[in-house]
């Protein structure tokens, strides 16, 4: 879960590389296997300049991800999002950012456009203390049905700015949308007569597992924290606690980073 309400970035461009984990990268209901993955990015953003109430703003960023063991998972993304930004008050600014994705995965089933908005709000409460809002809608069209879906998700953040150089950030999401869960060829089979049936599933290679899409309600809980070693320089760190509750099964996993970013 990325919030996107960190420290106040004014250079334009950025590159980076982040290692990761997955707890349940297969998201199945019965059999969860775990994975490490490494991700390379380059981003170029446009902040608000802070001289005019009404601004734009821009976020673009190309990235690509590999995954130790399940490299059906490998994808490359590119990612565009113009936007505007109100400053209601010295305290108080609105960000409104619609954006299109365009993703490549090894599976190719995967492989998806997605688009969207993201409308977000942040209180500044003194020289540290900062608070944050967000709205998101994604829709998402692969090219198999099971992997697309819509949501929309909401969330709260707090943040503290501790010193210039180093902030922690904790953050709440809730969500509802489609999700695509996978079950063992053997579970279904000795339960074709329970609630599996009449499930339209889908065979994956790339999980060795049959697939279904179901309507999910999620929570994610994060926790943030980042230190400049200058004013390039940047670590990140990041873990996300997720339930994620269908009518069929509940799943709950683990994820967690560490990157490494220049800005220039």
């Given at each position: 879960?990325?919030?996107?309400?960190?420290?106040?970035?004014?250079?334009?461009?950025?590159?980076?590389?982040?290692?990761?984990?997955?707890?349940?990268?297969?998201?199945?209901?019965?059999?969860?296997?775990?994975?490490?993955?490494?991700?390379?990015?380059?981003?170029?953003?446009?902040?608000?300049?802070?001289?005019?109430?009404?601004?734009?703003?821009?976020?673009?960023?190309?990235?690509?991800?590999?995954?130790?063991?399940?490299?059906?998972?490998?994808?490359?993304?590119?990612?565009?999002?113009?936007?505007?930004?109100?400053?209601?008050?010295?305290?108080?600014?609105?960000?409104?950012?619609?954006?299109?994705?365009?993703?490549?995965?090894?599976?190719?089933?995967?492989?998806?456009?997605?688009?969207?908005?993201?409308?977000?709000?942040?209180?500044?409460?003194g020289k540290t203390l900062y608070t944050g809002q967000y709205y998101t809608y994604t829709d998402n069209h692969a090219n198999e049905d099971v992997y697309s879906y819509?949501?929309?998700?909401?969330?709260?953040?707090?943040?503290?700015?501790?010193?210039?150089?180093?902030?922690?950030?904790?953050g709440y999401e809730y969500s509802h949308g489609d999700s695509f869960r996978t079950?063992?060829?053997?579970?279904?089979?000795?339960?074709?007569?329970?609630?599996?049936?009449?499930?339209?599933?889908?065979?994956?290679?790339?999980?060795?597992?049959?697939?279904?899409?179901?309507?999910?309600?999620?929570?994610?809980?994060?926790?943030?924290?980042?230190?400049?070693?200058?004013?390039?320089?940047?670590?990140?760190?990041?873990?996300?606690?997720?339930?994620?509750?269908?009518?069929?099964?509940?799943?709950?996993?683990?994820?967690?980073?560490?990157?490494?970013?220049?800005?220039?």
């Open positions: 879960m990325a919030m996107g309400f960190t420290h106040e970035v004014r250079a334009e461009w950025e590159i980076g590389a982040r290692m990761a984990f997955d707890t349940n990268v297969n998201r199945s209901v019965n059999n969860e296997d775990s994975d490490f993955l490494a991700t390379a990015y380059a981003a170029y953003s446009r902040q608000p300049s802070g001289e005019t109430r009404v601004d734009w703003t821009l976020r673009a960023i190309v990235e690509g991800t590999a995954y130790a063991d399940y490299s059906d998972l490998n994808y490359s993304a590119a990612t565009i999002s113009p936007g505007i930004n109100i400053a209601i008050n010295p305290q108080w600014s609105l960000n409104i950012a619609p954006f299109a994705q365009a993703k490549g995965v090894s599976d190719s089933d995967q492989s998806a456009i997605a688009y969207g908005v993201r409308a977000g709000l942040k209180q500044t409460w819509s949501e929309h998700a909401v969330g709260v953040l707090v943040g503290v700015n501790w010193t210039p150089a180093f902030f922690t950030e904790v079950v063992s060829t053997s579970t279904v089979a000795t339960t074709q007569a329970g609630r599996w049936m009449g499930q339209h599933l889908s065979f994956s290679q790339s999980y060795n597992a049959d697939v279904y899409s179901e309507t999910v309600d999620r929570n994610a809980v994060s926790v943030n924290l980042g230190y400049d070693f200058t004013k390039s320089l940047f670590t990140l760190i990041g873990y996300t606690y997720t339930r994620e509750k269908g009518d069929f099964d509940t799943l709950t996993y683990h994820t967690g980073f560490v990157g490494l970013g220049y800005r220039f």
